[in-house]
């Protein structure tokens, strides 16, 4: 058990084949590989590289915007893929950093080096706020299209408050390591577009002077 790979060629061709769908403009296979470049880079920082690992394929293997419930989906199906392959323990790992990308809070682990991980992976999903303004602005039209049976007034409203939200937080990343290399970036890329959705007051709007 213990031996066989978490994720291994026919796995990762199953997955790959959920992350191709159609309506994936942002959460598709470039995210996981852009993903697990970043767990190469810092691999000599993580605990369990295979389960951070597994834990980036299933992230978002489910993934309707229409729904609440794609996190627990997406750890429940990892959960059924890799019984055999690892412990209930990792396992339960796995899941959990899986469950935790829903809000991006870290899970209650008692082992610092789990929680290590849980950290470094948790800011790998994020580190697409801290990428350069053009990457950053495609990021954002890819996440728009995924939501476009939103209209826009409603969009407006929810992006705006999923913005305010992790500009009020005192970290945007949990690791040293990321708000070194994306935490400025991602405040200015998110404090523009917030500027970029808030409509300016109808006085401004007129284009007359006063």
């Known amino acids: 058990m ?17 992350y191709a ?17 970043l767990a190469g880079d810092y691999r000599g920082l993580l605990g369990d590289p295979e389960a951070v690992e597994a834990a980036i394929w299933f992230h978002d293997a489910i993934y309707d915007s229409k729904a609440k419930d794609n996190e627990i989906k997406s750890a429940a199906l990892a959960e059924k893929k890799l ?41 790998m999903d994020l580190s697409i706020l801290g990428a350069q303004p053009e990457a950053f602005d ?8 995924e939501y476009a049976w939103v209209e826009e007034p409603m969009w407006r409203a929810g992006r705006s408050a999923v913005l305010k939200n992790f500009l009020a937080r005192p970290h945007i990343f949990h690791t040293e390591e990321f708000r070194r290399r994306f935490e400025p970036q991602a405040r200015a890329n998110m404090a523009r577009s917030l500027a970029a959705l808030t409509p300016a007051p109808p006085s401004a709007q007129s284009g007359f002077s006063a």
């Open 2 to 18: 213990e031996n066989e790979p978490l994720i291994d060629g026919a796995l990762k061709s199953e997955l790959s084949a959920l």
């Open 21 to 37: 769908a159609q309506d994936r403009h942002y959460h598709d296979l470039a995210h996981i590989e852009a993903m697990l470049a």
């Open 83 to 123: 019984a055999g392959r690892a412990e209930a323990g990792r396992l339960d790992r796995i899941s959990a950093m899986i469950v935790a990308t829903a809000t991006h809070q870290l899970p209650l682990f008692d082992d610092p080096t789990t929680v290590r991980d849980a950290s470094l992976f948790l800011d």
């Open 138 to 145: 495609a990021y954002e039209r890819a996440v728009r299209r």
